[in-house]
């Protein structure tokens, strides 16, 4: 299956708009090393997002469903995940999403956040 094949025409039930959305990296992003900030992906040439948008929840697990597919589909051809696309079934998000930097971003946390106050349901821990 191509990527393009995700959107043409065999959007789940109930889905206004399906999406394949590529955005651009390289330039002052890939000048820093991946230890240099949270972001590790700098090597990256594009970070992508598949996206349903219904408007009437009884299609919500059809959407669901279709988005899960299409997230095994592109991960089977990149690595890791963008934290600002939060995707709720990754088995590791830590590393998913911040890669060998997880360990140091735990510490951080632990120093600046000891009581977890700022966090939602893939923060660091």
């Not at 590529?22 to 997002?49: M, N, Q, W």
């Not at 934290?83 to 120093?111: M, R, T, V, W």
Request: charged residues 15%; aromatic residues 16%; hydrophobic residues 35%.
């Amino acid at each position: 299956m191509k990527l393009v094949d995700m959107i043409n025409g065999n959007g789940p039930i109930g889905s206004i708009m399906t999406a394949l959305n590529v955005f651009g990296l390289g330039g002052k992003v890939s000048e820093l090393c991946p230890s240099d900030t949270a972001f590790y992906y700098r090597d990256s040439h594009y970070i992508l997002l598949v996206q349903s948008v219904f408007e009437n929840n009884v299609y919500k697990a059809q959407n669901v469903r279709w988005v899960s597919k299409n997230y095994k589909l592109i991960s089977s051809m990149t690595t890791g995940a963008y934290i600002n696309f939060p995707f709720y079934p990754l088995e590791d998000c830590l590393y998913e999403y911040y890669g060998e930097n997880a360990s140091s971003l735990q510490c951080i946390k632990q120093h600046y956040d000891p009581l977890n106050i700022f966090h939602f349901q893939q923060s660091i821990k």
